[in-house]
Structures are given as C-alpha cells and as structure tokens.
Nanobody, 119 residues
Framework: QVQLVESGGGLVQAGGSLRLSCAASGRTFSISAMGWFRQAPGKEREFVATINWDSGNTYYADSVKGRFTISRDNAKNTVYLQMNSLKPEDTAVYSC????????????WGQGTQVTVSS
C-alpha cells in the first residue's frame, strides 16, 4: 500500500506564510514526480506545483509563481510547499500527489490539509 500523509495546514492572516509537508510511504515503483494541488469551495481542483524527483526541476501555476516554493527530500520521500505572501484566494484544501515510474499521471493522493487565509 502507498500512503501520503500531509501536515502543516492551518489558519493564517493575509500576507502570512505556511509550510506544508507530505511524506510518501509504502511499496511501489520509484517516484517520478510529486506535486501539490488545491480545491477551493465550489471550484474544481487545480494544479499548484510539481517537482521532478531525479532532476529537481519545478513547475508552478501562474497564480502562485513567485510566492510558493516546492522542494523535496529524496531520501525521505517527502515533498514540501513553502507558501509566502498568502492571499484569501489561496484558501483551499491542499493535497499532495505522487506519480511513479509506470504512470503518466498522478496515481496516489493524500487526504488533504486545510489552508485558510483570512483578510
């Protein structure tokens, strides 16, 4: 079984910061990439950021570029999301996801952690 466990969500005022963590465990194929997604109330889930596990190459949604930073610890199978200059529109449930070497899409997902930004 593969399990993703997220932590670090919470309530913060606009302009503040949060750091999310997600640790992957369980037996599966090697990690190809890990990423973060979010879903705000009444809206579709959207892509936030991803990182390639071998190269460390990163990619961000335009809405968070320059404010959020994704990073990883390969040895611990853990991905992080540093969120700065938070805005009320960043309020959402944030989920981490894992893509292994046998899939072209994210095939394992965490339970999500709530991030609430007050104005």
């Amino acid at each position: 079984q593969v399990q993703l466990v997220e932590s670090g969500g919470g309530l913060v005022q606009a302009g503040g910061s949060l750091r999310l963590s997600c640790a992957a465990s369980g037996r599966t194929f090697s990690i190809s990439a890990m990423g973060w997604f979010r879903q705000a109330p009444g809206k579709e889930r959207e892509f936030v950021a991803t990182i390639n596990w071998d190269s460390g190459n990163t990619y961000y949604a335009d809405s968070v570029k320059g404010r959020f930073t994704i990073s990883r610890d390969n040895a611990k199978n853990t991905v992080y999301l540093q969120m700065n200059s938070l805005k009320p529109e960043d309020t959402a449930v944030y989920s981490c996801a894992r893509r292994d070497s046998q899939s072209s899409t994210y095939n394992y997902w965490g339970q999500g952690t709530q991030v609430t930004v007050s104005s």
